[in-house]
């Protein structure tokens, strides 16, 4: 079945440090990937999208993600964080077909500790 | 340019009871999507429409139904309520055609089922 998974539940950083969040799809070919932000009582916000040809996708707020299509990945990242950057985030894809449906991972949330 | 708005931003409503949510999409746009984000289950996709029709159907009982307006707008209905039907439920909104369309979301509506 097809899936999105990220396999971390809770990441705390400090302001100003480096991130990373992890995301891994499986499905039987390359799907289009995603990443959304979702603040507390709030809907998603589009950080960026893959579809093909370059595999580093850059994204808004300083945001970029790497497509790894032999890892199946699709990893977040940002140089420095700010603590406005405390939210969940949800890597997704779509495996085209025009079925319309995105499969969410279950997200990351990030804490940010001044 | 206005996003997609959502409404009510809450409802409260009690078991075996309808609950009627709306979406207007994005100025242009012809899809309207809509998730059920509930504790513990991630977002998962509920239904897809399109210049009118249903599209694609997720995962859930004929109670989850819906339509979409001539002029894009949708309401999703959520008949014989449960408990278990607690969450915020998101619409988003695309350009149409489904596949590798970017999907954005609206602020989402509260429901509570008691």
């Known amino acids: 079945a097809q899936s999105v998974t990220q396999p971390d539940i809770h990441i705390t950083v400090s302001e100003g440090a480096s991130l990373e969040l992890r995301c891994n799809y499986s499905?039987?070919?390359?799907?289009?990937l995603f990443w959304y932000v979702q603040s507390p009582g709030q809907g998603l916000q589009l950080l960026l999208k893959y579809f093909s040809g370059d595999t580093l996708v850059q994204g808004i707020k300083g945001f970029e993600a790497e497509f790894k299509r032999s890892q199946s990945s699709f990893n977040l990242r940002k140089p420095s964080v700010h603590w406005s950057d405390a939210a969940e985030y949800f890597c997704?894809?779509?495996?085209?077909?025009?079925?319309?449906?995105?499969?969410f991972g279950k997200g990351t949330k990030l804490s940010v500790k001044p | 340019e206005a996003g997609v708005t959502q409404s009510p931003t809450h409802l409260i409503k009690t078991r075996g009871q309808q609950a009627t949510l709306r979406c207007s999409p994005i100025s242009g746009h012809t899809s309207v999507y809509w998730y059920q984000q509930a504790l513990g289950l991630g977002l998962q996709f509920l239904l897809w429409?399109?210049?009118?029709?249903?599209?694609n159907r997720g995962n859930f009982p004929p109670r989850f139904s819906g339509r979409q307006f001539p002029n894009y707008s949708s309401e999703l209905n959520v008949n014989a309520l449960e408990l278990e039907d607690s969450a915020l439920y998101l619409c988003a909104s695309g350009s149409g055609g489904g596949a590798a369309e970017t999907q954005y979301f609206g602020p989402g509506t509260r429901l509570l089922v008691l």
């Open positions: 997704a894809a779509e495996k085209g077909g025009s079925q319309g449906n995105l499969i």
């Open positions: 499905y039987g070919a390359t799907p289009y």
């Open positions: 429409y399109d210049e009118g029709e249903e599209r």
